[in-house]
């Protein structure tokens, strides 16, 4: 069964700094791309970034260019979304999600709050 | 960045009712469409990739159709546990862009 869970989600002050991580299990996970997809309270999906298989090729939102970097670790079937800079508006759950593209399974997500 | 539009937003209907939920790109992405389904505290769900490629397992009622700028999901007879919101997502160019959703509710 896949899974993919998400931590490292909580409040931080405007400025300031969080490192998420998504665990996946399930499948392969070096065969796949993977993604941050994040949805504001109350609002619509948005994606944040994207990483090919082995990290060599990365992809991201305009509103995050320059202060979010994604990367992977295979030996650890792990996912990071580091993120710098953080604003109010970047007040979201945050998803991990199988895929480069489109996305065939989606964690829970991890809840970030920016708020001072 | 590519622009994706839902209508309707809200849909209301009953059990049995066959659902129509359109998707409009502000230009054309070919086939590169996907559907998902989000209930309330959930993670969304994959149903269709490719317009009209329905993931494994994804009941048979639910079906894509669609290309270049026109796309529709089509549920062919509301199930109870169909009761949520649909997205759709292009993928034909970065940065990747959902609609707004459409959320279907109970008649």
């Known amino acids: 069964e896949v899974q993919l869970v998400e931590s490292g989600g909580g409040v931080v002050r405007p400025g300031g700094s969080l490192r998420l991580f998504c665990a996946a299990s399930g499948f392969t996970f070096d065969d796949y791309g993977m993604s941050w997809v994040r949805q504001a309270p109350g609002k619509g999906l948005e994606w944040v970034s994207g990483i090919n298989w082995n990290g060599g090729s990365t992809g991201y939102a305009d509103s995050v260019k320059g202060r979010f970097t994604i990367s992977r670790d295979n030996a650890k079937n792990s996912l990071y979304l580091q993120m710098n800079s953080l604003t109010a508006e970047d007040t979201a759950l945050y998803h991990c999600?199988?895929?480069?593209?489109?996305?065939?399974?989606w964690g829970q997500g991890t809840l970030v709050t920016v708020s001072s | 960045d590519i622009q994706m539009t839902q209508s309707p937003s809200t849909l209301s209907a009953s059990v049995g009712d066959r659902v129509t939920i359109t998707c409009r790109a502000s230009?054309?992405?070919?086939?590169?469409l996907a559907w998902y389904q989000q209930k309330p505290g959930k993670a969304p769900k994959s149903l269709i990739y490719?317009?009209?490629s329905s993931e494994s397992g994804v009941p048979s009622r639910f079906s894509g159709s669609g290309s270049a700028t026109e796309f529709t999901l089509t549920i062919s007879s509301l199930q109870p546990d169909d009761f949520a919101t649909y997205y759709c997502q292009q993928y034909n160019s970065y940065p990747w862009t959902f609609g707004q959703g459409t959320k279907v509710e109970i008649k």
């Open positions: 230009q054309s992405i070919s086939s590169w």
């Open positions: 490719k317009a009209s």
């Open positions: 999600a199988r895929g480069n593209s489109n996305f065939d399974y």
